[in-house]
């Protein structure tokens, strides 16, 4: 059931990564980007891949409401749904400032939660066709082979601090007393990368301020059903519906997560 499941999405992920995205991979116009925020960019890829993935999604699993990141901009009503009994959530382009500028790494993010918890997500790298996907209770899977995080054995760690959305004060306390403690390594700017590098053996620990659900569930899943820890810094589990919630670590073993914890526990 879960290599169908799996068949079908690379499917779904696979056309609709040939027919929106990767077409106007390096080709976009000044009038196909716009800014939705600071530091938050969409363009005509993220709109015409939500619109395919959402209409693709609802016939594989009609029963399960829908929340796409780009829907969700223009109608925050739509953040309602997530806890509902299912829900699909969508980042159709997942490192769209990346996708933007015409250089990787960019994917995108699907997951299926049940009553606020995932139970389903799937991470394409739309250059390589890579798929990370993982099922609750089942596993973390990379081209449907089964993986365990591995931590990189570096010492110190190998640390990816995202410190883009933290206030001034919280960026200091960060930089003057955690990352000292970590090799500090470049943030991707893309949640369809950094997660993968958790469990692959590329990165130790992750630290992110803003938690949007279509940003994380996924990956979140994929870390903790591969052996890793993926939660809240005081350990509370991640829930969809929660997402504005700030505050989230990942890592390659519970071991790395808890000294991470109690390092962000005493700023």
């Known amino acids: 059931m879960i290599r169908a499941f ?29 800014a939705k925020a600071v530091d938050d960019m969409v363009t005509v890829a993220d709109t015409d891949a939500e619109a395919l993935l959402s209409d693709a999604l609802f016939r594989l699993l009609p029963e399960a409401a829908i929340v796409g990141e780009e829907a969700a901009h223009a109608d925050p009503a739509v953040l309602d ?9 969508i980042d159709p382009i997942d490192g769209t400032n990346n996708f933007a500028a015409g250089r990787p790494p960019f994917g995108i993010l699907i997951a299926l939660a049940e009553h606020g918890e995932t139970v389903g997500g799937w991470i394409y790298d ?13 596993g973390a899977w990379v081209n449907g082979e089964q993986v365990h995080a591995m931590p990189t054995g570096a010492t110190p760690p190998v640390a990816a601090i995202s410190l883009v959305f933290l206030d001034p004060e919280r960026r200091a306390a960060m930089k003057g007393h955690v990352a000292p403690h970590y090799t500090v390594v470049d ?4 949640a369809a990368e950094q997660y993968p590098r958790i469990v692959l ?9 803003r938690t949007y659900a279509w940003d994380h569930a996924a990956g979140v899943l994929f870390v903790n059903e591969a052996g890793g820890r993926a939660a809240r810094p005081d350990g509370s589990a991640y829930r969809v519906e929660r997402h504005l919630d700030q505050g989230l670590i990942a890592a390659s073993s519970p071991a790395l997560f808890d000294e991470m914890a109690q390092r962000l526990a005493m700023l």
């Open 6 to 34: 799996d068949a079908a999405m690379r499917t779904i992920l696979t056309r609709v990564a040939q027919t929106a995205i990767l077409p106007r991979y390096q080709h976009l116009t000044a009038s196909e980007v716009a």
């Open 187 to 190: 943030i991707p700017r893309c």
């Open 126 to 138: 739309v250059l390589t066709g890579r798929l990370c996907s993982a099922h609750r209770g089942q």
């Open 81 to 89: 749904r997530l806890g509902d009994s299912l829900c699909w959530i």
């Open 201 to 209: 053996g590329v990165n130790d620990v992750s630290i992110f301020e």
